[in-house]
């Protein structure tokens, strides 16, 4: 499984905005400047990031885009259910029913299990953390130690 180019380039894009001062408002160019996002892609996938309430848009002179919520209050789970819709792994899972095999097969109970971790781990990964280990990363790219994985937050 591999998530969509649209959900990677918003995942980026929230990141971004992340980092900037709270309710700061930042020029859609300046966006596509940092992370390499054309114009036209950007619009498409901070739409449905908008629509789910973690982005928000002002028009006009100045305007641009800015995080809706604090970072520490948007995950990755967030990010990827506005992109893509809620992870389902297999069809069988979509609706409860759907397979005449789902009371038996053992396949089933393991497609439930690995999407309520997936979910889990992605619901744990804010952007406020994510934020804190780029910054910590970045550091450490400038020759200090090596890199640091991600890792969730712990509440």
Known sequence: ???????????????????????????????????????????????????????????GVGGGFFLARDPSDITLLDVVEAEDGPLYLNQCLIEEGTCERDLFCPAHGAWRHIRGEMTRILGDYSFARLS????????????????????????
Do not use: H, W
């Open 132 to 155: 804190e280990i780029e910054e910590e990363n970045l550091k450490k790219a400038n020759g200090r130690a090596p890199f640091q994985e991600a890792e969730p937050t712990q509440d």
């Open 1 to 59: 499984m591999l998530i969509t180019r649209a959900t990677e380039y918003a995942i980026r894009a929230v990141l971004y905005l992340a980092k900037q001062p709270p309710g700061e408002i930042v020029l859609k160019k300046d966006i596509c400047q940092t992370q390499n996002i054309t114009p036209a892609f950007l619009t498409k996938i901070l739409q449905p990031l908008i629509k789910a309430g973690i982005v928000g848009s002002q028009r």
